[in-house]
Nanobody, 125 residues
Framework: QVQLVESGGGSVQAGGSLRLSCAAS????????MGWFRQAPGKEREGVAI??????TYADSVKGRFIISKENAKNTLSLQMNSLKPEDTAMYYC????????????????????WGQGTQVTVSS
């Protein structure tokens, strides 16, 4: 069964850090384009960071603050979030583009077919 399970969300003050993890089962993360997306109340879902054979892409809003990485030995995807801002408050989702090694759609969710249940991140000012 293909499944993604996120963890690591929570509440933090502005300037703080959080690390999100996404445990994958049913396939190998190292061979798959994967990414983190987020959705704030009343806003559309947006791509935060993606990683695949072609490299890593970050949204402009998180460049220099967030780091996406794969931990192949654990078959997990992580997102280290530093210097958090109130505008980073959202539900964060891990996603996998099964069958895709290259993240051919950039930060678009178009090719991502497997999604986790989400983990809430709240940043207070």
């Amino acid at each position: 069964q293909v499944q993604l399970v996120e963890s690591g969300g929570g509440s933090v003050q502005a300037g703080g850090s959080l690390r999100l993890s996404c445990a994958a089962s049913g396939y190998t993360v190292s061979d798959t384009c994967m990414g983190w997306f987020r959705q704030a109340p009343g806003k559309e879902r947006e791509g935060v960071a993606i990683t695949g054979r072609g490299g890593i892409t970050y949204a402009d809003s998180v460049k220099g603050r967030f780091i996406i990485s794969k931990e192949n030995a654990k078959n997990t995807l992580s997102l280290q979030m530093n210097s958090l801002k109130p505008e980073d408050t959202a539900m964060y989702y891990c996603a996998a583009a099964r069958g895709w090694t290259w993240c051919s759609s950039g930060l678009s969710a178009r090719i991502f077919s497997v999604w986790g249940q989400g983990t809430q991140v709240t940043v207070s000012s």
